[in-house]
């Protein structure tokens, strides 16, 4: 079963009146991507939420964002006083010196290093908070692989048909191309008779048929069709598979791409190119959507 590299998932929690909400969204990527944003009163959970996110998932950009609801500002920062108090105390020694005076902004002053930092909070609290968000992340998780499961089955719907319809060109042209050494053994007959029917000249039947044998050998596509026909067994083999299936998927569609360019260039019959055109538009649908695949 296929999993789709898109996704959302969502989930919310509470610790001591604190609501502690956790959203995940994923895109497309070939590697993992993790992009973790925390306020400061959680920062240091940072790397236990990224190897959760790593042990879960295993391709895709995931964005996760954390946010804390209805928390005080008593429980997010603090403000060193003694600290402040210092500055004031220098900022009006220095206005006294040089004779000027005037009013001190303090809410300038909070921007000053040190003087504002956030709550860090014991070892005690650190384990309840990281137990809580930890928590409401696998379940914001679970949620996203939910989506991501569904998605793939409409995936896995489309690729499968792409599939299908190319394994019924596959046989026409399977079923064409038997035929095709001996039409153009015919043709040839007709023209080169033709030619020397003035002359009243007879064809050598040793020199048509070492002609047709180097055509037979110039254009011989059995192996590419038996070729392409096994990409299309392990393709749908693959899709039923669990686990990680997008890599294999794209290496496989490559192979195929590369088949097809090689019996479109083999091939001496119009009807096969252009059957073959037909499948190499179905494998760059493949292509395309299989970069959604995990």
Excluded at 153 to 159: I, S, T, Y
Excluded at 252 to 268: D, F, H, V
């Amino acid at each position: 079963m296929l999993n789709s590299m898109t996704g959302y998932g969502a989930a919310e929690g509470q610790l001591d009146a604190i609501c502690y909400a956790v959203e995940i969204k994923a895109v497309n990527n070939r590697y993992l991507k993790t992009i973790i944003k925390l306020p400061e009163a959680v920062a240091f959970l940072e790397d236990d939420v990224d190897k959760l996110l790593r042990k879960s998932l295993s391709r895709g950009t995931i964005n996760c964002v954390v946010r804390l609801k209805g928390v005080s500002a008593n429980a997010l920062f603090e403000i060193d006083e003694a600290a402040l108090r210092a500055i004031v105390e220098r900022l009006n020694a220095v206005g006294a010196s040089v004779g000027a005076s005037g009013m001190i902004d303090l809410a300038s002053l909070l921007n000053l290093p040190g003087v504002v930092c956030p709550v860090v909070p014991d070892e005690e609290e650190s384990h309840r908070v990281r137990e809580t968000v930890l928590a409401i992340a696998k379940e914001a998780i679970g949620k996203l692989q939910q989506m991501r499961e569904a998605e793939g089955r409409f995936l896995e719907a489309d690729l499968r048909g792409n599939c299908q319809a190319m394994a019924q060109e596959l046989q026409s042209i399977r079923l064409k191309s038997d035929g095709v050494i001996n039409e153009y053994a015919r043709r040839l007959r007709r023209r080169v008779d033709a030619l020397l029917a003035e002359a009243k000249l007879k064809l050598d039947e040793e020199t048509l048929a070492r002609e047709v044998a180097v055509l037979a050998d110039r254009s011989d596509i059995s192996e590419e069709i038996a070729r392409l026909d096994a990409h299309l067994q392990q393709f749908g083999q693959i899709c039923e598979t669990e686990g990680q299936a997008g890599r294999r998927l794209d290496f496989l569609s490559q192979e195929m791409l590369r088949e097809a360019n090689t019996m479109a260039s083999k091939a001496a019959d119009a009807e096969i190119v252009r059957r073959v055109v037909d499948m190499k538009c179905l494998i760059e649908r493949l292509k395309e959507q299989i970069q959604n695949v995990e």
